[in-house]
T-cell receptor
Framework: RKEVEQDPGPFNVPEGATVAFNCTYS??????FFWYRQDCRKEPKLLMS???SGNEDGRFTAQLNRASQYISLLIRDSKLSDSATYLC??????????FGTGTRLLVSP | GAVVSQHPSRVICKSGTSVKIECRSL??????MFWYRQFPKQSLMLMAT?????????EQGVEKDKFLINHASLTLSTLTVTSAHPEDSSFYIC???????????????FGPGTRLTVL
């Protein structure tokens, strides 16, 4: 079983739609969680951290449920520029980041 | 934000040759740098953790004699793929953690990646 699992998608949505991605992790000792965005053939870039209390950054909302070992990312009012692969990432300690395979989002006009 | 560069961005080489990839932190000092590999449609996989002035720590299944890592200064780490074969073709990405970074929060800054193609 992969340490961080995501639905690979792709998710095809029209502009303006709301889309949600889910992620599960298996290592209960994981300390911190993040969502990264990766464009095709580019390096991943930090989108936001994920907290149990939930956090929001503009159109993006992230949520962590430690009891269920589940992480979510909600994107409201999707833009064409949101098209990318979204990586769920766990920090397991020992300075290591563990990446999920990513969920691909395609926003169409 | 902190900037990490990689060189070259793209390399094509013949099977059996060695390829060196450089990773530099441009505006901060990095005690720790990480090397990842990403195959198409797969996740980034950590290959090794490189600490300045000491030997790299390799992940299980990564051959240390094939993937030579040198972290000679606080701003430079190099990965050398020795005797490259077609199956080594991949996207290699480095990241760096700032000297001033809170160890409890692993903020890593990623380089733009190097695409290696072995013919």
């Amino acid at each position: 079983r992969k340490e961080v699992e995501q639905d690979p998608g792709p998710f095809n949505v029209p502009e303006g739609a709301t889309v949600a991605f889910n992620c599960t992790y298996s290592n209960s000792a994981s300390q911190s969680f993040f969502w990264y965005r990766q464009d095709c053939r580019k390096e991943p870039k930090l989108l936001m951290s994920v907290y149990s209390s939930g956090n929001e950054d503009g159109r993006f909302t992230a949520q962590l449920n430690r009891a269920s070992q589940y992480i979510s990312l909600l994107i409201r009012d999707s833009k064409l520029s949101d098209s990318a692969t979204y990586l769920c990432v766990a920090f397991t300690g020992f300075q290591k980041l563990v990446f999920g395979t990513g969920t691909r989002l395609l926003v169409s006009p | 934000g902190a900037v990490v560069s990689q060189h070259p961005s793209r390399v094509i080489c013949k099977s059996g040759t060695s390829v060196k990839i450089e990773c530099r932190s441009l505006d901060f000092q990095a005690t720790t740098m990480f090397w990842y590999r990403q195959f198409p449609k797969q996740s980034l996989m950590l290959m090794a953790t490189s600490n300045e002035g000491s030997k790299a720590t390799y992940e299980q299944g990564v051959e240390k004699d094939k993937f030579l890592i040198n972290h000679a200064s606080l701003t430079l780490s190099t990965l050398t793929v020795t005797s490259a074969h077609p199956e080594d073709s991949s996207f290699y990405i480095c990241s760096a953690r700032s000297l001033a970074g809170d160890i409890s929060y692993n903020e890593q800054f990623f380089g733009p990646g190097t695409r290696l193609t072995v013919l």
